[in-house]
Structure formats: C-alpha cells, structure tokens
C-alpha cells in the first residue's frame, strides 16, 4: 500500500479532516492533502509524528 492511501485511510478511520491532523502534527492542511495526492510524502520527522497520532508503530 502507498503512504497517500495509508495517510488518508488512517485519517478517515479516526474521523479527523486534514485541517484536524495538520494541526496536531503542526503541518499545513495542503501539505496533508500533497501527501494524500500523491504529489510529495512526509519527511522522517514528521511520519514519526504521524506515526504516533495514529498509534502505528514499525517493528
């Protein structure tokens, strides 16, 4: 799976807008909706956030 179709699975799942989600990790909402797109991917710092928002962890 590819990470726009992760991010915006994840996002819906939890019932959060990209407004929301851009807030907690202190991002822009059109940054979120790039990723969702496809058109850039989150840098290591912030898929960290990410991934702690979203309680996904990678073993």
Known sequence: ME???II????TQKG?????????IMVTRQAVSRWENGETVPNTETL???SKEFGVYAS
């Open 8 to 11: 915006l699975e994840l996002r």
């Open 16 to 24: 959060m807008s990209q407004d929301e989600l851009a807030k907690k």
């Open 3 to 5: 990470t726009k179709n």
């Open 48 to 50: 960290k956030l990410l």
